[in-house]
């Protein structure tokens, strides 16, 4: 049965987990080194990503989680996404380069200007309401990496490969469509 893990070491984690269990995927929270061993793909959420900097490399390292997204699904949201992309400007966060993006961190504002809005989807002809939460924007993406996500013309989620990244939290709202989609178009 595929399995899927979220990082629990900061952020939004246990909503993905709810989320997932809503569509019958099993999923774990993902502490340890071991715990990438049985899963098919994995989360990495939203939060704070110079915090999950300073809190990963004890008992998960940077190098596990690069060696997994080398052929296992990974979606990144929010500050996840941060830690996937490339080319941050603020020297406390340290990305994986997984994604052929370049992302800055708040750059719709500070806490305050976190807004609600919708997104349009290039899968759907229906819009996803998406929350924006001190959000990164995607400044820049490669040949290889294909907009999944639209808000005002610009990018908000990005897909290379069987790696996944979004600008906002798919995990805060009940429409299941981007976690059906990292499923079906990302996982296996
Ligand atoms: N601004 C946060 C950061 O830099 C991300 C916010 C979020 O994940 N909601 O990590």
Avoid at 85 to 98: E, T
Avoid at 118 to 139: E, G, N, Q
Wanted: charged share 20%; hydrophobic share 45%.
């Amino acid at each position: 049965m595929t399995q899927i893990g979220v990082l629990a070491i900061q952020g939004a984690f246990c909503k993905h987990l709810d989320i997932l269990h809503s569509l019958h995927v099993k999923a774990i929270p993902v502490k340890y080194a071991k715990d990438l061993e049985s899963l098919d793909g994995l989360i990495i959420p939203g939060g704070e990503s110079t915090v999950i900097t300073r809190q990963l490399g004890f008992r998960l390292s940077w190098e596990d989680i690069y060696h997994f997204a080398q052929e296992k699904a990974v979606f990144g949201t929010c500050a996840g996404l941060i830690l996937m992309g490339k080319g941050c400007s603020d020297p406390r966060v340290r990305q994986l380069g997984l994604m052929n993006a370049i992302i800055e961190r708040n750059a719709y504002g500070s806490q305050i200007e976190s807004f609600t809005e919708d997104v349009t989807l290039s899968f759907d002809t229906y819009p996803f309401h998406a929350v924006f939460i001190r959000a990164p924007k995607i400044l820049k993406i490669g040949k290889d990496v294909e907009i999944i996500a639209s808000f005002q013309g610009e990018a908000v989620m990005i897909q290379q490969g069987h790696l996944l990244g979004a600008a906002f939290h798919p995990e805060l709202t009940n429409d299941t469509r981007v976690h059906e989609y990292f499923m079906h178009h990302c996982v296996n």
